[in-house]
């Protein structure tokens, strides 16, 4: 009792109305005054007072004496009275009305609309044509049916509601629906079938696709050894001949024994070609597009033909097989280029099929409309009578309706307003005190109507108000030791937040060197590669190996050994100053830089300034020909493209690093 008497009588001034605000809360309140004493508290004293029910006998002095019941008794009895003769003017106009309207109601109305519902069954059932021309899949198939079937059977339905239909002019019209909607749902089914016939070629095509995929892996598979062989062996030939006194002798029986294997690379990459040009026609959007991917598939076989006959006999009784197979796959009817043109006829058709669709739908949109245009002029025909029916009678009851409301107005002005609310002003402004907590004010007077014990009922609303001052003291209390816990948790989670971020470092960079690891080079490595990619611009490897660093370890220990890559590291540290560069620690003595937007002239005299610096710091090592520590360093730049992978950067980087130990190490060389 207490909880709901203080939400209800705390609400805030302005959301309160001196007609209600005191109503919500009291009822309770005064049907517990009328049982029973009530111990009130007086002032700011504290002091008791016992407050009993009124026993002195009630006598009705006047009119204005009324209580808040009698009032509202008196008042919605007036009410009933001009509500019940008000009704009986309104039942009155509206059976006028509505014997006016019967016919429209009961004949031409239901037509009309029963017509309209058939022509927006017919357009729904039109609609799913569309679906049926984009159909892909097993599961689209199935759910389009369904939705043409389900259109069907609407459609079917609305036609059966019309049955049967007295106007001749509209059954003519509903005919016409009907012979329409039969060619409309011949023209479904052929939709239906051309549906059919797209899922399974497209069914066809991911098969001749699977199949296509499979002929190129393994032509992937006999040529890409074969061509590395070839690359190998040409980058030997080129090394010999740079050497300077080469044997002219080897190099010539080299040179024979790789010439006929020079074609390779020329029919690998028609093959290429081959599979490419098949999977994009196969994505053609028209039949002239398509026989031109054919002539363009047919020059590249030709193509590829001659090149295989060039090849070492060996190898073409290795591709002759895959080849023969590629051969037949492109001029099959079952191939990827075949079952594009059948499904680009089957599309053709289907377009035909919707175009008549549209046109069997604006007939009958035009057959409607123009039943409507007639039904509607004759329904407001009989809508204008109507009208003038009701004008008769809606100035008497206007008349008939000002009068009970001028005499409303006078009973709220002159009891209601002058006698009751001013009543319950008094107890409101009490409310508004009690509620900013200003207790010593004069209270309502009490009595034996509803408001007399109202203004009881303020005193004891007063009584807990100050009992839930001291409360509220003790709820602010509780809200201040749980804001400082909450400040305590904040400052553990900032805490956490540190040692996460700590934990983050750590998992990217190098323990020993303080370098980024292996980790932290791939990922900003794809990262820049990608960039690089969509930029155009070039992207730098330089990779670092110290020279005889096993040996130095033998001589000094592995403890000497960390503490020169710790040195190592600084010196990688102080070179690589943009922030777009990033030095790792590629593996043991192995170290990766990766330079973005730089041309490779200036990434070799980063190179060359690092390695002289290295030197330059003079780390002892009696193992070395110079007698301190040395890099050996290859350096390779790309601009980064679809065509080529990251991978290959890395390698042409290793080879350069693999030249310059070749070449006596303490030296930079570039791919």
Known sequence: MRSHWMQTSLLPPSDQRPSTRFLVGFPLMIREISKRHIRLSLGMSGGWVNVYPSTRPSKRRSFTDLGIRASFLLGFGVMVILMLVVSSAAFFITASTVRSTSEILDRRLPDTLGVLRAAQAFDALAGTGGPLISVMTETARITAFKRVEHAQQLFDQTLLDLQPISDASVASDVDNIVSLGAELTDNLDQLQVLANQRVALIQAKQTASDNLISILQLFQ??????????????DVIALIMSLPSPPLERVGDMARETAPMMPLSRFHAEIAAIGSRQLAGAQDATLTALSLSRQIFSTALTNATTTLEKLPPELVTALEQPFAQLHSMAHSPEGLLGLREQELTLLRQSEALALANQQITARV????????????????????????????????????????????????????????????????????????????????????????????????????????????????????????????????????????AKLAELSTSDFLT???????????????????????????????????FKLFNDRYGHQDGDNCLRKLAEVLKQHVGRATDLAARYGGEEFCIISTDADLRGVLVLAERIRASIQAIAIKHEDSSVGVVTVSIGVASMIPSLDHDSAELLLAADHALYRAKASGRNCVTSA
């Open 365 to 500: 949109n035009d057959a409607t409309s123009v039943l409507v245009s007639r039904e509607l002029n004759e329904i407001a025909q009989a809508g204008e009578a109507a009208t003038l029916l009701q004008l008769r009678y809606q100035w008497a009851l206007v008349l008939l309706t000002a009068v009970a409301v001028f005499g409303i107005a006078v009973f709220l002005y002159r009891h209601v307003w002058q006698y009751l609310i001013a009543r319950m002003t008094l107890l409101s402004d009490n409310m508004q005190q009690i509620a900013v907590r200003n207790y010593d004010i004069k209270l309502a007077a009490e009595g034996d109507d509803e408001l007399g014990r109202l203004g009881a009922a303020v005193r004891q609303f007063r009584a807990i108000a100050l009992d839930a001052g001291r409360r509220e003291a003790d709820l602010q209390s509780s809200h201040k030791l749980a804001e400082e816990a909450l400040a305590a948790l904040e400052i553990k989670a900032q805490e956490l937040e540190v040692l996460n």
């Open 221 to 234: 598979q006999l040529l890409t050894y074969r061509m590395r062989i070839l690359e190998s062996d040409t």
């Open 514 to 548: 303080g370098l980024a690891n292996r980790r932290r080079f791939d990922e900003v490595f794809a990262t820049e590669w990608a960039r690089s990619t969509r930029t155009g611009s070039a992207l730098a490897i330089i990779m670092l190996d110290v020279d005889h």
